[in-house]
């Protein structure tokens, strides 16, 4: 498959066609012995040999669409075996720009690898701190690239980690001397609420009520789980998770500039990305 025919799968929602075309593409392209790397290999040794570049703006060779299907494509077919697969794609195409590292740590975070996802996100505002307090100072846009790692980091990691010292994240948030004081506030905030969250006790289950029937009593019947009728590529949260971002650059990476700021924006230029493909 071409291209061109893994979007077409993809915004179709023919997810699997798409993961295993983008798979296919990537191995053929960049040379991956995925059962290799499968036997030999962790998702620790290949994730620390990832990195970002502040200067690169886009993987050349047309490989980063590509490796937005692949990704998102792993994360709504819930595919853990894949992830080595993809960690050694992004391996060997580092440096990553920060849009698709930012992509890599939220996506790590949303399939459970929280520890790796901290790691990763941290080293990458560490390479951004280096950045923005030398000749770079004052960027306004390196600055609002680090406040949206932070955000990623605060948001799809500290927030769904239970183990999460809540106290020592916001200590580190607020000596932080980057951040805008209204991102600060924000983060601090979210952090207090996951905190008093974890910290109330659960409320005790109700006890269902008996009927009787013929003087008998009689238990209610159970009730099954509802199962999701919707597919999770139309499910906005699922998108939002991974990072729209993904989804745009599966579209076309031309249209990145248009997928950034609030959800409500990101939700839009995807659903202008869809009409031009889909005609």
Not at 27 to 52: G, K
Not at 170 to 175: E, P, S, Y
């Amino acid at each position: 498959m071409n291209i061109d025919e893994l979007q077409d799968a993809f915004v179709a929602g023919r997810l699997q066609e798409a993961l295993d075309g983008s798979r296919a593409w990537l191995t053929s392209h960049l040379h991956l012995n995925p059962q290799l790397i499968a036997e030999s290999s962790s998702l620790d040794l290949l994730a620390a040999d990832i990195d970002v570049d502040i200067a690169t703006s886009i993987i050349a060779d047309g490989i980063e669409p590509v490796i937005a299907i692949y990704m998102q494509s792993i994360f709504e077919l819930n595919m853990v075996n894949e992830i080595l697969t993809l960690a050694d794609v992004l391996r060997i195409t580092t440096p990553l720009p920060c849009e698709v590292g930012v992509m890599w740590g939220a996506f790590l975070a949303a399939m459970g690898e929280l520890n790796q996802a901290d790691k990763f996100l941290n080293r990458v505002l560490d390479k951004l701190r280096i950045v923005i307090h030398g000749p770079n100072q004052g960027n306004n846009d390196l600055i609002a690239l680090y406040e949206k790692v932070y955000e990623t980091l605060v948001t799809k990691v500290y927030l769904v980690d239970t183990k999460c010292n809540v106290r020592a994240c916001q200590r580190q948030l607020d000596v932080d001397d980057i951040l805008r004081e209204t991102t600060k506030a924000f983060l601090i905030a979210s952090l207090e609420l996951h905190y008093e969250a974890c910290s109330r006790p659960p409320a005790p289950a109700p006890v269902p009520k008996t009927r009787t029937i013929g003087g008998m009593p009689r238990q209610p019947t159970a009730r099954k789980a509802p199962t999701a009728s919707a597919p999770m590529l139309s499910n906005t949260s699922t998108q939002i998770m991974i990072g729209a971002v993904a989804f745009g650059a599966v579209c076309a990476v031309k249209y990145r500039s248009q997928i950034q700021a609030s959800a409500y924006e990101v939700l839009q230029a995807i659903g202008e990305i869809k009409g031009m493909l889909l005609g």
